[in-house]
């Protein structure tokens, strides 16, 4: 967060020593004292900051929050999710709402996928030194390094299924010391998986077959023809797939389903 991206509203009180429920947090060097349940999002905004970048989902699930912080009494540098970690006791914040990673252009449609194209379009995974820092750093507790090893080993599936979690926060990226872009790595794998080399649906391609021979337009013909409040009726009537349907659930009435 700097001052570009962060608007500055009138700040909150603060304390002139601590409160019962108040902790004292430090934001850009600056003190601000806030109820000890916030989170570090929610004690930025108690503390005056008006979030313009740096702020999304706020449940964990967009990485735009990519916070760092320092504890006086420790050197090491801690890394989080503002909208996911409580704030503690003289934690030193400052948000990073965007890294500048190296970001590959690409057409999906063209591209193969192997190992080859991972390293082509990323050929910074093999200055991985297997620190872990990235693994240490990631808020998903996703194994960064393991993934990025399997990129390096050219299994497109595994870098595909091991960073399933990942939230682009990039603060893996942040602290990389091989200047690595973990999570474009991964969302190239995962693209590739997707239009490549997962296996097709088959049941969506029959709907579509069963779509093109019509098979539903006697059924479709039938409902055009009902008013709204038959059509209330025969929805509040539909039989409704239990949470835990066998695979090939049916209903009981056949009659909407096509023929085969
Ligand atoms: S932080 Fe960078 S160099 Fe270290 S293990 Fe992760 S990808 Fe490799
Ligand atoms: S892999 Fe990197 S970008 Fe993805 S969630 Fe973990 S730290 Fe964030
Ligand atoms: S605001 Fe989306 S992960 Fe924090």
Known sequence: MSK????????????????PGLVPIFIMGKRYDVPESLTIQKALEYAGYLLVRGCGCRGGICGACGTVYRYPES???????????????????????FFPGNK????????????????????????CVGCATCTRSCPMDIDVLGYISKAIQGDVTAVAENSFDCVMCGLCSARCPAEEVQYNVAILARRLYGRHLAPKAKHVAKAFQDVEAKKFDKALRELKGKSVDELKKIYKALEIEPDMAEEFWVPRDKSCLAED
């Not at 570009?4 to 409160?19: F, G, L, M, V, Y």
């Not at 590959?104 to 996928?113: G, T």
């Open 75 to 97: 050197y090491r540098i801690e890394v989080g999710l503002a909208c996911q970690t409580v704030v503690q006791p003289n934690m030193y914040i400052a948000q990073i709402p």
């Open 4 to 19: 570009q991206e962060t608007k500055t509203k009138k700040a909150a009180p603060r304390a002139k020593k601590e409160e």
């Open 104 to 127: 590959a252009v690409y057409d999906i449609e063209k591209l193969e996928p192997t190992g080859a194209t991972l390293g082509a379009l990323y050929p910074e995974i093999f200055k």
